[in-house]
T-cell receptor, first 115, second 118 residues
Framework: SQQGEEDPQALSIQEGENATMNCSYK?????LQWYRQNSGRGLVHLIL?????REKHSGRLRVTLDTSKKSSSLLITASRAADTASYFC???????????????FGQGTILTVHP | DTGVSQDPRHKITKRGQNVTFRCDPI?????LYWYRQTLGQGPEFLTY????????KSRLLSDRFSAERPKGSFSTLEIQRTEQGDSAMYLC????????????????FGEGSRLTVL
């Protein structure tokens, strides 16, 4: 079963606006990652944040992590029509031993950016 | 670097038939993963290889499923006696990791193999 829950399930915005997606999880993590998936395609890694980090930036992306609330958010600033895709958070829950990349994915947020 | 490639991209089969998917990871990557994704859901972990050794299998991987990575390079995922519930996208991913060292990086996914069981 999938641990992650994402909110909202779908988000529709205009080009230039910011998009915020949230992810919650249930048990302790080693790291949390965000991936993007265009319709019918594979997943592309966007950003990784470790459990001891609180915020991370990459270009127009900003990720925050609150381990006390077991939640994360992904902010995409100045969105473009090309950002239209599904966005998934993925958590690595292996904290007691060597992490090897087994990820638990949420259900995803479908983002539509209108030109 | 040609990325992770999967073959075939689409497969339509009748219930009860066997199907096999192939994954070629990024050449220097020693870790290989199979995930399954059904419509409207996120991917679910199936199994993981470090080099040729299959180190973990999900309970989702019933005895009709078998995965191999015989020489630590490409991998195959075979589904025997397919059922309609097997219809999904099968995603392969790879990564580079040192034995015994914690993984702290990204997975590189292929485009997936979409299976439709009629």
């Amino acid at each position: 079963s999938q641990q992650g829950e994402e909110d909202p399930q779908a988000l529709s915005i205009q080009e230039g606006e910011n998009a915020t997606m949230n992810c919650s999880y249930k048990t302790s993590i080693n790291n949390l990652q965000w991936y993007r998936q265009n319709s019918g395609r594979g997943l592309v890694h966007l950003i990784l944040i470790r459990s001891n980090e609180r915020e991370k930036h990459s270009g127009r992306l900003r990720v925050t992590l609150d381990t006390s609330k077991k939640s994360s958010s992904l902010l995409i600033t100045a969105s473009r029509a090309a950002d239209t895709a599904s966005y998934f958070c993925a958590t690595d829950h292996r904290t007691g031993g060597t992490s090897y990349g087994k990820l638990t994915f949420g259900q995803g947020t479908i983002l539509t950016v209108h030109p | 670097d040609t990325g992770v490639s999967q073959d075939p991209r689409h497969k339509i089969t009748k219930r009860g038939q066997n199907v096999t998917f192939r994954c070629d990871p990024i050449s220097e990557h020693n870790r290989l993963y199979w995930y399954r994704q059904t419509l409207g859901q996120g991917p679910e972990f199936l199994t993981y290889f470090q080099n040729e050794a299959q180190l973990e299998k999900s309970r989702l991987l019933s005895d009709r499923f078998s995965a191999e990575r015989p020489k630590g390079s490409f991998s195959t995922l075979e589904i025997q006696r397919t059922e309609q519930g097997d219809s999904a996208m099968y995603l392969c991913a790879s990564s580079l990791g040192l034995a015994g060292a914690s993984f702290t990086g990204e997975l590189f996914f292929g485009e997936g193999s979409r299976l439709t069981v009629l």
